[in-house]
């Protein structure tokens, strides 16, 4: 009916307690009134349901791979109880160094030697024997993503089979949210404008994910697999957005769609509150020490162990800066073990991930923002994260790999200096230009940042897209 307000599903691949992207969608449509309803997976730190204070509605289904099992459900429910109890622990995993159960689609690495620090050795085995190894354990971490999105697929259904009302658009984000929204699509009733068709679905494709993580690390056969099975399920989304111009040319080319829109990674406009510390309150560190800042993943080629060196060889400054890691990943614990080993503590520190509606306030504390992404897959090459923007707001100088994603905005705002993400000395170097910095100095790097994202870089200019978008596909306002 005209003027009704809509209803939103969110299906994500994760907790989503710290999906900014999912979280800004979701604000955006709650504050002009629409429902919006997210569904996520349940873990250890986020296990159930919960209401949002902006009205956004999560809900968590528990998922394993025991649950994707194609068994009689008086089978697989009690399997999938058994390992949902089962003790969590670090285990080697075959081919390689310490893994984590039950990281689902996790890469068993060695974490000494991805962060930098002396390598574990390996058993002594032949290059076949080991290339055998390498291949099993990637096919038993394919099979146990696959099994935990079938497993995804059934708690979905089950909990929004009844939401009501139904949803008039269903937004599959990245590669493990959308399996799950074509699944849920397709036990929908009809949708709620009385419509015979199912609700049409958005893919958020914010990675190019066949390049990307755990997927671009796997043999040329199976990641060409993977790329077929993505494309098949692009093609089946009535829109699709991702999260920079790069990735929108390459997406459109690769699955043979119309170029999708570009949604940047911007967050809200935010100004920092003066004289809240919040960053330096949680170290304890006073206001002369200079603070590095890294934050997001705690996890491989972010180039978090080339910062660990770098701030090493700044160690001659006095003061000398502190390098802050602020986030969460499976390198965590290596981190912390390296730290430890090395008896880092006095200039590495780590600090747990904060909500996205106090982080600008959190990073404005810091001297420099040091974001030195490694140029290893192309995704990568072509990103364009959170984090800059984010620091940007903050009004942080920032200290970024020169790639072609991230370099064109650097240059153009000012609001930092470009490395070569590679070399901890590059990387030392800009650190100590920005710290030396006159005052005038560094507050026109401050400057540039926030004056880029009053007048271009934030979520304020990037939502009348997305809202377009589900207008378009729904015949309603949004």
């Known amino acids: 009916m005209p003027g ?4 939103a599903l969110i299906v994500v691949g994760s907790s989503g307690r710290y999906d900014a992207r999912a979280h800004r969608i979701a604000s955006t449509l709650t504050a002009r009134g629409h429902a919006v309803t997210i569904v996520a997976r349940a873990t250890a730190d986020a296990p159930g ?3 949002l204070p902006d009205g956004t509605s999560v809900l968590r289904v528990p998922v394993s791979p025991v649950d994707g099992l194609p068994l009689p459900d008086v089978v697989r429910r009690p399997l999938a109880t058994a390992w949902a109890g089962r003790p969590r622990r670090a285990v080697t995993l075959p081919g390689g160094g310490p893994g984590v159960t039950p990281g689902v689609g996790a890469r068993p690495v060695d ?13 002594a085995a032949p290059g076949r024997a080991a290339a055998v190894r390498r291949a099993i354990a990637g096919l038993v971490r394919i099979l146990a993503v696959i099994l935990a999105v079938r497993s995804q697929v059934r ?6 089979r009844d939401l009501d009302p139904p949803p008039d658009v269903v937004l599959g984000l990245g590669f493990m949210g959308l399996p799950v929204a074509l699944g849920v ?23 190019i994910y066949v390049d990307a993580g755990n997927i671009a690390r796997l043999p040329r056969p199976i990641r060409a697999a993977f790329a077929r099975i993505e494309r098949r399920w692009t093609r089946r989304a009535a829109a699709v957005t991702t999260a920079n111009d790069g990735y929108a040319g ?3 080319a690769r699955s043979g769609i119309r170029r999708p829109i570009v949604l940047l990674n911007c967050p809200p406009m935010a100004e920092p509150l003066p004289g809240a510390h919040p960053l330096r309150a949680a170290l304890g560190a006073d206001g002369e020490r200079p603070l590095v800042l890294y934050h997001g993943g705690i996890s491989a080629d972010r180039g978090i162990e080339q910062l660990v060196e770098a701030v090493g060889l700044l160690g001659d400054r006095r003061p000398a800066p502190l390098l802050v890691v602020m986030g969460y990943g499976a390198l965590e614990p290596m981190l912390r073990a390296r730290i430890a080993a090395e008896r880092l503590d006095a200039s590495v520190r780590l600090l747990p991930p904060v909500a996205q509606d106090v982080l600008v306030q959190w990073i404005a504390d810091a001297d420099v923002a040091a974001m030195p992404i490694q140029p290893t897959t192309l995704n990568h090459r072509l990103t364009i994260p959170n984090k800059l923007f984010e620091a940007m707001a903050a009004g942080v100088p920032v200290v970024a790999s020169d790639l072609p994603g991230m370099a064109p905005i650097v240059r153009s705002t000012g609001c930092g200096l470009l490395v070569d993400p590679m070399s901890p000395p590059a ?3 800009a650190i100590r230009q920005i710290l030396e910095a006159s005052p005038g100095e560094r507050e026109a790097w401050r400057e540039a940042g926030r004056r ?3 007048e271009r870089y934030s979520w304020e200019r990037e939502a009348p897209k997305l809202l377009a978008v589900l207008a378009e596909l729904t015949g309603q306002p949004w």
């Open 4 to 7: 009704r307000r809509g209803h």
């Open 111 to 123: 974490g000494a030697a991805a962060l930098g620090g002396p390598a574990v050795p390996a058993p």
């Open 49 to 51: 349901d919960e209401l």
């Open 427 to 429: 990387i030392a170097d």
């Open 185 to 207: 699509v397709d036990a929908l009733p009809a949708s709620s404008s009385g419509a015979s068709v199912r609700p049409p679905i958005v893919y958020d494709a914010s990675d």
């Open 155 to 160: 708690g979905a259904r089950r909990r929004v």
């Open 250 to 252: 390459v997406i459109a």
């Open 452 to 454: 880029a994202v009053r």
